[in-house]
């Protein structure tokens, strides 16, 4: 509340801005951040989980972008082994696999070799996959193999066309948590994380920013736009700034589908039109796949996955599986939409996915933050940071790459002997549940199970692992207050509960508030 001005103000609760709260936090500067929803409720829990470099940025030749990101996924990893992990990509090959038509190695190419027509042949790929394995300094993570899918059990599930591919790294990251984990280690730092409360209006006052919330007013000596889809919006009907840049909305879309195969590789499918897609092992059971790239009209609240996109997303992994996927294996479908920064890019694949800072500094600063990758949000905290170093003089360096988030303090090799002593010291765990549980909280997961001897120490069963203890610990840790809040971001455990099992954690969460 109104009082003592901060250092920093962040509007935004996504990864940008809780990423840069904790970095801000760390190094001794105040901080308030104030996201109008729950924590990653926008962008920030709907991408396509992953850490990567961006393989297909290298056809844009967003060489910086693809090495900062390339450098990124193993300090990602290494801070946070309990929701981020390695995983093999498989890439087939086949003769018909084109470029995106605008991209810049697809003109260059055509002008160059004419007679590939917009292919994709094998040995380009296999070159932009030895420049992916070298452009990054890659250490834990093995490099780029070919496969044989006659006899590889990534071939399995495939079309018998598919005779060849390639296999390399990346990362997958759960998203939402890593938002919130930031949130908790800002926090830990001693920040302060509003959640629920928008910001009504921003002004200068002198050397400072006056900011107008739904808790009240707040001072800082800085403001920071990290909104997101929201970050045009902030700047001209929340600030009343005027300011030549805009903002690219693009809408990204998966479907979840039932488990399409049996291994624990992802698939890097290429389309006939030069778009790219994923197909990802998700929660055990399921496969994620995804994304369109869509220009996105109107508010950015609530973007759905038209019925469109999920009959492309289908039509697209159908070309390479075996068995067609229909809209029937659709078990739940999300969308986000991705706030680029418009640098006048021919179609929504091509706009750039590298981030933008913008320094109003005539006066107390404003720094708006535009685009963004989640595997760059560290970096883009230190950017973000450096551009008001001038201000802050006392502010101490760079400190967050190897500090792990709340609950990762253990190194990536240990996870499987985690798992078996968790199982060990409280045998009434199965080890889905055990593995559940690690992979969510990390270490923290013993903190949650406490002194309990049986599952009926941790209260009120849920169903499929949910428990009254985790939930209590989502809502006095982890600013959990709704239903969707509990199985759709701090979990995804809303894919396997009935109505009536959602219905009971709507009443606790409730019920919870009440209290």
């Not at 209260?459 to 428990?467: N, V």
Request: aromatic share 10%; proline share 5%; with cysteine.
């Amino acid at each position: 509340m109104a009082g003592n001005p901060v250092d920093l103000f962040i509007i935004g609760g996504g990864v940008n801005g809780c990423g840069i709260a904790r970095d801000a936090a760390g190094r001794g500067l105040s901080v308030t951040l104030a996201e109008q929803g729950d924590l990653a409720q926008g962008t920030s829990s709907a991408s396509t989980k992953l850490f990567h470099g961006g393989l297909r940025y290298l056809e844009y030749l967003e060489l910086r972008l693809v090495h900062e990101a390339l450098a990124e996924r193993e300090v990602l990893l290494q801070a946070m082994p309990h929701i981020a992990r390695p995983m093999r990509f498989v890439l087939p090959l086949h003769p018909q696999m084109r470029f995106e038509p605008t991209s810049p190695v697809s003109r260059l190419a055509g002008l160059a070799m004419p007679w590939l027509r917009g292919r994709r042949p094998g040995w380009m790929i296999r070159a932009g996959l030895f420049l992916y394995d070298h452009l990054g300094g890659r250490r834990l993570l093995p490099g780029t193999r070919a496969l044989d899918l006659r006899c590889d059990p990534a071939g399995r599930e495939l079309k018998a066309d598919f005779a060849r591919a390639y296999e390399y790294s990346d990362c997958w990251v759960d998203d939402a948590r890593l938002v919130l984990l930031n949130a908790r280690d800002a926090q830990a730092r001693g920040a302060t994380i509003l959640t629920r409360c928008k910001v009504l209006e921003a002004h200068r006052e002198g050397d400072l920013w006056r900011i107008e919330t739904e808790a009240g007013a707040y001072f800082a000596r800085a403001l920071i736009n990290a909104a997101g889809p929201w970050v045009g919006g902030v700047i001209r009907d929340t600030i009343h700034i005027p300011s030549r840049d805009g903002v690219r909305l693009v809408r990204g879309s998966h479907i979840v589908t039932r488990k399409l195969f049996d291994h624990d590789h992802a698939y890097f499918f290429q389309g006939r039109d030069g778009r790219i897609c994923f197909a990802i092992p998700y929660e055990c059971d399921f496969t994620l796949i995804g994304t369109t790239d869509q220009d996105h009209q109107g508010a950015p609240d609530a973007p759905i996955c038209t019925e469109a996109e999920q009959d492309y997303l289908c039509a697209f992994a159908s070309e390479y599986f075996a068995r067609p996927v229909t809209r029937a294996d659709i078990v739940w479908t999300f969308s986000g939409v991705r706030p680029l920064f418009d640098d006048g890019a021919s179609s929504a694949t091509a706009a750039t996915r590298d981030y933008v800072l913008r320094l109003d500094d005539d006066g107390a600063p404003l720094l708006n933050i535009f685009g963004g990758k989640i595997t760059t949000y560290r970096r883009l905290a230190q950017a973000a940071l450096a551009k008001l170093a001038s201000r802050f003089p006392h502010m101490a360096g760079d400190w967050t790459a190897g500090v792990p988030l709340p609950g990762g303090e253990f190194a990536v090799a240990e996870v499987a002997d985690l798992r078996e002593a968790l199982c060990g010291d409280y045998p009434f765990l199965s080890m889905p549940w055990a593995a559940r549980l690690l992979r969510t909280y990390g270490s923290e997961a013993r903190t949650i199970l406490g002194q309990a001897t049986s599952a009926a120490d941790l209260g009120c069963d849920f169903g499929a692992t949910l428990t009254e203890a985790e939930i209590r610990w989502q809502i006095e840790r982890e600013w959990a207050r709704t239903a969707e809040d509990v199985l759709w971001r701090r979990t995804k455990l809303g894919l396997r509960l009935s109505p009536d099992q959602v219905a009971a954690v709507a009443a606790f969460m409730a019920e919870a508030r009440e209290g």
